[in-house]
């Protein structure tokens, strides 16, 4: 079975750090581009942050930009999310997605195949 699995999540105080995981299992991630994804009650879905194949492009929302922090590991099949300085508005349901992408390309707005479940993260004094 293909899937994504996040974990990480949690309750957080302002200013604090979380690391959220993706770990891939019964596929590869060498061939996929990675894109993180976050959803607030009442809100669209939005894209927070993607990488390459070969992390040799990340990109970011402006909103998280110079806070989170995009990486991979193909050997273990996991991509992650550092974030730093968490505020109130980064609370919402972080998701991880895999798509095929060619080298050093990624983008949060094409159209990804697999999705995780999701995990919660909550910002709050």
């Known amino acids: 079975q293909l899937q994504l699995v996040e974990s990480g999540g949690g309750l957080v105080q302002p200013g604090g750090s979380l690391r959220l995981s993706c770990a891939a299992s019964?596929?590869?991630?060498?061939?996929?581009?990675i894109g993180w994804f976050r959803q607030a009650p009442g809100k669209e879905r939005e894209g927070v942050a993607c990488i390459s194949r070969e992390s040799g492009r990340t990109a970011y929302a402006d909103s998280v930009k110079g806070r989170f922090t995009i990486s991979r590991s193909n050997a273990r099949s996991t991509a992650y999310l550092q974030m730093n300085s968490l505020k109130p508005e980064d609370t919402a349901v972080y998701y991880c997605?895999?798509?095929?992408?060619?080298?050093?390309?990624?983008?949060?707005?094409?159209?990804?195949?697999?999705w995780g479940q999701g995990t919660q993260v909550t910002v709050s004094p």
């Open positions: 019964g596929f590869s991630l060498d061939s996929y581009a």
């Open positions: 997605a895999a798509a095929l992408a060619r080298a050093n390309y990624c983008e949060t707005s094409t159209e990804y195949t697999y």
